[in-house]
Structures are given as C-alpha cells and as structure tokens.
C-alpha cells in the first residue's frame, strides 16, 4: 500500500499526535503542502491531566478528543491511523503498519517526528508490572481499576495483614506527577470514599511518597517545595526523600533511605520517576549514525532539525537540544509551531538559516490536592487556593475544544470537597483481579 | 470466608446491582435488616443509554455510578465485589468468588435475585464474536471502537470492496435498542463524521436495519412503527422487515426475507435481537425442581417469590410472571421496591400473604436519531422532537444523581446537530483490530 501523490504539492507527514506533533501539523494548516498526520491512537491525549483520570475525575474522552476532529478544519491534513515501525531516511519513507497489519508507505518531502516518550524503571524493566505508570489513556484506566480495587479487595479481606497491604499505596517519584497523583490518593482516603464502605476505615490508607531527590518537586523553588511537602503531609501523606526503590515484587516494594533499607508491604504501587524516549528516536539515531542519552533520546540541531537526514525533524520528549529543555508539554508545542513554519517557509522558497528554536518558560505547577496547588511562573512564586485557580484556568485553556473545557470545569466542580465525587469510578474486573493475582502469587 | 453475623438482625443477600437489585436494597434501606448487596462489577448500569456510550455521545461514568456510591447513605447496606457461582437454597447460602477468587460465603434469612440478562443467539453461539450486542459498559466500549475503527480502516483501505465492507453497518433487531443504535448510526455517518475524512464519504456508508417481524418496534402503535421507519427511510437507513439472519462470518450476514436469501458483506454487525436469563435463573430452577422457559427465565409466584425455596424471591429479566410482563427497567425496579417493602414487612412481624406485584405501565419510547422520537405512553401516541424532549426528561430523571444527570444533559447539547460532535470517542486499537482481523480471517 503506498500514499497517492494526491496534489503533487510537498508531503510532510507528521509521526504522533501529542502536544508537539498537532503543532506541527496545524502550523502547516495553511501552507501548501500536503500533510499526513500519523498515530497509534485516534486521540490526541492531554497527557497532564491523566493522573485525573486514574483518580475517578474525568471521564477518559474529555482529555482525549478524536485527532482527526482536532484537525478538522485544516483540509490538508489527513490523519491516519497506524503504528510506524521504520524510517527510510535516505530514500524518504515512512514505513507503518495499519491496523490489519497492512504495510503503509508514506513518502515525504519533510518529516516531523514526534514520538514523545514512555516510562523507564532505570534499569528494572520487570518492575513494569508491579508499578504502572501513566502515559496513556489505557494505562489510566488499568490504574484506576487497581486503586478503586485495592479498596473493593480490603473490604472483602478477612486477614488484618492482607487488609494493610491492600490499603497501603507507595508513589515512586516526587515530580509534579508524583506528587498529584499523590494527592489524589489522600483526596479518595480522607475525603471520598470514607462513607461508601462499612468493613474498613479507608481513611487509614497509608499513602507514600518517595524520591531519591532531597525534596519533593525538583525543579521548584524551595520554598513552594517546602510548601508542597507540608500539605501532603496535612492530608496525611508519608513524604520520604532521600529514599530510592531497590526492589520490588507483587508483594512489596523494598526502598533504601536514610532509616536503611526496607521492606514495605503494599499492593499498589504507581511509578513516577523515569522517562525513556520513544524508540523512534533510537531509529533516527541509527539511520543517522549518532547515538542516544541515556534516556534515550536523539541530540537535534538547534533548529530542530536532525544532522544526516534531509528535511527531517524531531521534536518534544524524544529530543534533547544544546539547552538541555525539560521534557513538558510547553516545549513540546512551542517546537511543534517552530518546525511547521519552518516548514511553511522552506516550501514557500525560503531557505535562509532560521533563528535556532529558543524556549519561551512560562513557569511550573502542581496541584497537590484538597484545593491547593504551587506556581511558579515568571519570578512570582504562588501557593494556596490562588496557585489552584491559576492552575485550573491554565490547564482548562490548554485543552483543547470548548465542549472539553466546559465538561472538565464541570467535573471539576464536582469533585470539590462539599461534593466529595468522583464521577467516573468504573473498574474492570481485570484490574481488580490484576491487584488480587499480585496476592495470589506474593 | 463467611459472612460474620455482623448485628444479628436478619440477614438479606440482594444479588445483582441493576435496576431490580438496587430497588431492593434501598426499599430496605430503613429496616430492621443488614443487608448485603452482591454485584461483580462495581457499578450500577443504566442499560437504556449504552447505545449512546457506543456512539461516543456519553461517557461510560455518566451511565454507570459506583454502586457503593449509590447506596451510602444506607449504613445498613454494604457493597461487595464479587461473582455469585452458586446458591443453596436449602442452608440459606449463597457461595461468591472473590476477585482474588476467594471463596465467600453469604448466608441469608432473605435472597432477592436480581441478575437480569445476556444476549441469546437463537441457537447460534458462534454469532456472538461476529455481532457483539450491548449489555455491560465493557461491550459498549468494545463495540465504539468497532464502529469509529470501521471508518478508520475505511481511510485506509486501497481498495474498493474493502472499503465498502468497513462502511457497511448490519443491526440485527429492531426494537427500542435496534432502532435507537441504528439511528446513532446514521447521525455519525450523516453529520458528524464526513468533514473527518479525506479518502471515503463517510455519508455513503450503508446502514441496515433488519427484524424477523413485519414491522419495527413491535410493541409500539402501528402509526409510531410507521413513523420511525419513515424516519430512519429519511436517514438514509435500509430497513428490512421480514427478514432474519440465518448465518454470519467475519466478513459478512446472510439474511433471508422476501426478497430471498443474500449474503450481505459487512464487518461490522451489532446484535440487538434477542435477550437470555441470566444463569442464575437456571441454577434455582435446578435447585427448586422446576424448569426454565426457552429464554432461560425462571418462573415466581405472583408475589415474586420463588415456589420451593422459602425466604427467596427473584425478580426483574430473569423472571417471568403469569402476566408475562416485558423485560423492562421499568418491571425490574417496580418489582424490586415491591419485594425489598415485602420482606421489611415480614420483619416487622406481618406475614399476611401479601397483594400480588402488580406492574403499573408507564408506556414506552425511543429515540430514532436527528432530534426525533416516540412515545407510547397513557394513551397518547406522541413523535418528533415533542416526543424527543419528553424523552430526554423521563431518561434523565431516571439516571442516579444530579451530577450524572447534568452531565447527560451536557453531552447531549454537544450531540446537537449545529455541534455535530461526539464528545467520547476513544477506541482502543484492539477494538479497531478486531474489526481488521474479522477481514484478515476472511
């Protein structure tokens, strides 16, 4: 199966439809071009508000409208549903695979990849199974399923011992999303789910936080990160810093820390740490003869583009640049806008050396739960219910489609604290089943 | 694992957290009883909209509240996750299975029974993986992403009669839920998918309705079953009366109706014809010495006892009645708060023999799709966008609390024709390779 030259216009096929990927195509939405958008999944996923989705707040579809609706009105950009398994660099190919396991061929004239990334265990590829983490909307849900489950499990449990262990959840990670999911946890403890069950006090769940840094929230100022702390700890989270995960099993997760090394005895634990780039970027880096970081990802020039291969370009989390950019969302967008103009341009005659990509920051934040968040934005640093606000308007703007925005304020506003809801709680019995095999075979 | 004699007030075992068992327990709610409530998901369904989950108008969690949720504020009840396997009708014991497939073990002084139905294949099980029906929250999710992954693997088809075969739609059964699927159907095809596209019209694809009996809508009025299949005529639908599928493959469904029999290519078929008890229903029949009718129902007493098996009443689409009622939410939930009221009577010490369950008939409708539905109800035969609003109100009035019900309402003003969006339109690539697999096995 191969792509039609449908106009003899230039072909730029885009790889992914995350945050860099859209940007890049919409950029092109005007240019005369013919753009081929392609992805694994037919959404385009706000992947910062997944944590919401594994705590029983947004329903799945809400941060994670159809792709091809996203790019509707640019009647250039075709979207395709398929998994690229090869890049020809040299003779200008993508080749992917549909989902009947057809061959799809997708010649370009300009190609942007932006694959994003997945977790890394650091090493520890086994330990996926015993801590999923959150990258897409089924991880979201699997997780979900195990945390509602572990409560439904500790309810018909009739061992104290096994009880504990169901009610005990241990959050790898003390990044933002780390410490949000964290804060949900406690939410559901203290606050949701109390009065729903009669056998158990569920707000005896012991919730732990942990990172190998000193402090929670690394890139933060310390102030809010001693903020942040301090509140987690209000909502009766266990902070524990300087400790680092050195094993884990069905069973348990074995942390080393300052107290030494232990053994702590927990059903569910939620992986937060590490990010591993997409292996497109190892793909690039082969066909190109350079190599990756450790975290995988490819080195681009400092406009994007990638030395060796011609009218190709790679953006967002699977990328590092001379800057050394953190790997969110904003990065991501800003790069995508960059190299479709670029693009635009080219096409246009343009060949000048364009201004190299240069990042414009407009700050962090974190929700920590119970109304309460950090920001730290343009040399203000904000706590409180105020940083709450300006989380939620910021976050609320970037989604995309008003339907969207007004359906996850909605929800939002149902899960406030008088409410005390969580409007999309359902579980699969695989995922109950998932925590309960974690007994079964502990 | 048994079930410790928590108060030693009497016992009551609800099984099944549908319409009829959550009547139940609630009109149990105040009484003298502990009562426990069995269910293997952990949520409540509202069955009647999961056509519209299916089509990316809802979220799964508008339809489907956590059940412990929804009985909270009766202490007296208490949730529990798990599988019936077995019951004995003589100890007064019902044996469950645990996640963790523990054994659990419920003795009760009452049973209510409440496990509604499947789908029945006339005989012909092998249907089931070709023509998926719509039951749980599971099947609406898998049929999505059968239905939006047909046209995603129609853009990507290279050749014609493949792509027909992705863009043609079969419904088996028209009644309320065959209609209302249909109807869905055709708006996507129609209005909400076309500007989606570059390769096919997603306007062209061919959307069939067929029923064994002459006309659609059985139970309804003849000028209502005139209506609706005008309507869904004008919708671009074929509906085919007469006419039953006698055989069914990956690839296509062999009908035969007046025209003789034919052999039409479609992947993707939804059955919405026939209903069987679930097998609770046949394990008490074998308990009780009694037998089940052809659907697999279990017949009670008219007070929804079970004859043989003191202390147990089942109720709701696994029973059938002298009166030979419909299997309707409406029957389930009134003979759920008749019975839940019984045994709060008995009790209290009053063990007259009690008026028998009589279904008091609030008439029945449907939408069709593009703002129009029928109603059936107190006489009045009403169509058109009248009959839609009433039926708009009568399903949100029905949904279990305020949160779900603003969000229906919300998502279906999204729905509206001048949006022409769904909002919820995730599907998995599983879903989408099913649809693919049924060619490749082809």
Redesign the interface.
């Known amino acids: 199966?191969s792509n039609s030259d449908r106009t003899g216009r230039p072909r730029v096929v885009v790889i992914g439809g995350g945050f860099g990927g859209v940007r890049a195509a919409k950029a092109l939405g005007h240019a005369d071009v013919d753009v081929t958008l392609v992805d694994?999944?037919?959404?385009h996923l706000f992947q910062p508000l997944l944590y919401q989705v594994a705590t029983?707040i947004l329903?799945?579809?809400?941060i994670?409208?159809?792709l091809?609706?996203v790019v509707?009105k640019e009647?250039n950009i075709?979207?395709?549903?398929?998994e690229v398994v090869d890049i020809d660099v040299h003779g200008k190919v993508v080749h992917a695979a549909?989902?009947?396991?057809?061959q799809?061929d997708l010649p370009y004239d300009y190609l942007v990849v932006a694959g994003g990334a997945t977790h890394a265990y650091f090493g520890h590829p086994e330990w996926a199974e015993h801590a999923p983490g959150m990258k897409s909307?089924?991880d979201a849900r699997m997780l979900r399923s195990q945390i509602?489950?572990a409560y439904?499990?500790a309810?018909?449990a009739?061992d104290e011992k096994e009880r504990e262990a169901y009610l005990t959840f241990v959050v790898v990670g003390a990044g933002p999303t780390g410490v949000e999911i964290t804060g949900q946890l406690a939410e559901l403890a203290q606050y949701v789910l109390p009065?729903?069950?009669?056998?158990i006090d569920t707000r005896q769940a012991k919730i732990i936080l942990l990172d190998a840094a000193p402090s929670v929230l690394p890139p933060f100022a310390p102030k809010l990160q001693r903020y942040t702390q301090r509140q987690l700890e209000k909502m009766g989270v266990e902070v524990r810093l300087n400790t680092a995960a050195t094993d884990m099993d069905s069973e348990a997760i074995t942390v080393k820390g300052p107290r030494g090394e232990e053994r702590i005895i927990a059903r569910t634990k939620i992986w937060a740490a590490g990010v591993q780039a997409s292996p497109l970027a190892a793909v690039l880096a082969k066909a190109t003869g350079t190599e990756t970081d450790r975290a995988g990802r490819l080195a681009v020039d400092p406009d994007c583009s990638l030395p060796g291969a011609e009218g190709v370009y790679a953006i967002g989390d699977m990328v590092t640049t001379v800057d050394r950019l953190p790997g969110v969302a904003q990065v991501a967008m800003q790069q995508g806008t960059y190299v479709g103009k670029q693009i635009a341009n080219r096409v246009k005659g343009d060949h000048t050396t364009p201004a190299p990509f240069k990042y414009f920051d407009k700050g962090s934040m974190a929700t920590i739960g119970a109304r309460q968040a950090v920001a730290d934005a343009m040399g203000f640093k904000v706590t409180g219910w105020v940083a709450y606000l300006l989380w939620c308007y910021v976050h609320i703007m970037f989604l995309i489609?008003w339907?969207?925005r007004?359906?996850t304020l909605?929800?939002w506003v149902?899960s406030l604290r008088y409410?005390r809801?969580r409007?999309?709680?359902?579980?699969?019995?695989t995922g109950?089943?998932e925590?309960?095999?974690r007994?079964?075979a502990a």
């Open positions: 199966m694994r999944t037919n959404h029983g329903s799945p579809g809400l994670a409208p159809a091809r609706r509707k009647r075709r979207t395709l549903l398929a549909t989902p009947s396991a057809d799809l909307i089924e509602l489950g439904e499990l309810e018909l009739t009065k729903e069950y009669r056998s489609g339907g969207n007004l359906g909605y929800n149902r409410a809801n409007g999309h709680r359902l579980i699969s019995m109950a089943q925590i309960a095999e007994h079964e």
